[in-house]
């Protein structure tokens, strides 16, 4: 009984430990491609930011677009962006299925 209490634990923390590693915030600076301002399924406004980021794999340097995602009260300061403009917002950036993204935690003048 010991022995599996003392696993769980163990399982538990090393969980824990790599969601608090991926949840880290950045500062991203980059410019803009596009800027659409929607309404969701609630009624609530968000603002979808589209930004070209540059990247290297094994010595190649290319751009990619990335999604940046704005909710909440950064939404007034993001309507306010338009294409050409360049972001510089701190961001928390996930991975799904490859593809990096960013939720804007706030927009910075």
């Not at 930004?51 to 677009?65: C, F, P, S, W």
């Not at 909440?72 to 991975?95: M, P, S």
């Amino acid at each position: 009984m010991k022995k599996t209490f003392v696993t769980a634990l163990a399982i538990i923390f090393i969980f824990s430990t790599a969601i608090v590693a991926l949840a880290l915030d950045s500062m991203v600076t980059a410019p803009i491609s596009k800027v659409d301002t929607m309404i969701d399924k609630n009624g609530a406004e968000y603002v979808r930011v589209i930004i070209t980021e540059d990247r290297a794999l094994n010595g190649v340097k290319y751009q990619t677009e990335v999604l940046v995602m704005v909710f909440g009260a950064q939404v007034e300061d993001a309507k306010g962006l338009k294409a050409g403009d360049t972001l510089k917002a701190i961001c928390n950036g996930r991975e799904y299925k490859g593809k990096l993204s960013y939720t804007a935690l706030k927009i910075l003048k």
